[in-house]
């Protein structure tokens, strides 16, 4: 089935700093979503995005499905940011919903 | 518009007991989606509704999980006997429709604790 793996698996940012997470996945895929789960554990919504780039306040994300990537950046890092970052993709083939294993994120004030 | 809601919101259970989960997806969703997700883990699907009809349960241990949607809109995942390695967060998800695109959206989840 398809892999997805996301780096780096832990990031420290003082607040303000920008930062980059990348997801890579195995196969071609038809959508790609981003979430934040806060430190209580809500699994919130980033994006949608199965190609190209779209912004949101300070988050934007390009997915580059050609290659295979997507990248969520993070521009003036708030503390609010923390938490973990997920990105999801369909199973090749089917619709079952494949996690990658997320990008653990602190930023300090 | 009101979220996917999930009870209870935590449960503390002994080892071979029983445990029961309640979902109510967003109004209008078709597809309903369980997951289960283990701490420091991302989540993973254990069942996936269309309307009342299943359309993957191939991560579900079936000999002890078991997940209905009778009507086409809530449903429960319940669990019996309940093992340790069940402590999880049991995540509910719903979207529109399984076809393409579909964007899922969470509830708050269940904290299981088994002892």
């Known amino acids: 089935g398809i892999q997805v793996e996301q780096s780096p698996p832990d990031l420290i940012l003082q607040e303000g700093a920008n930062s980059t997470l990348r997801c890579n996945f195995s196969d071609s895929v038809n959508n790609l979503q981003w979430f934040h789960q806060n430190p209580w554990g809500q699994l919130i919504n980033l994006f949608y995005?199965?190609?190209g780039t779209k912004q949101n306040g300070r988050l934007s994300a390009t997915t580059v499905a050609t290659e295979r990537y997507s990248l969520l950046y993070i521009s003036s890092s708030q503390t609010t940011d923390s938490g973990v970052y997920f990105c999801?993709?369909?199973?090749?083939?089917?619709?079952?919903?494949?996690f990658g294993a997320g990008t653990r994120l602190f930023v300090k004030a | 518009e009101a979220g996917v809601a999930q009870s209870p919101r935590y449960k503390i259970i002994e080892k071979r007991q029983s445990v029961a989960f309640w979902c109510n997806p967003i109004?209008?969703?078709?597809?309903l989606y369980w997951y289960q997700q283990i701490l420091g883990q991302g989540p993973k699907l254990l069942i996936q509704?269309?309307?009342?009809?299943?359309?993957?349960d191939s991560q579900l241990p079936k000999d002890r999980f078991s997940a209905e949607r009778l009507k086409g809109v809530d449903s429960t995942l319940k669990i019996q006997p309940a093992k340790l390695e069940d402590s999880a967060v049991y995540l509910c998800a719903s979207s529109l429709s399984t076809g393409v695109p579909y964007e899922q959206y969470f509830g708050p989840g269940t904290r299981l604790t088994v002892t």
């Open positions: 109004s209008g969703h078709a597809t």
């Open positions: 509704f269309q309307n009342n009809g299943v359309v993957d």
């Open positions: 995005i199965p190609s």
């Open positions: 999801a993709v369909p199973q090749t083939g089917g619709f079952k919903t494949i």
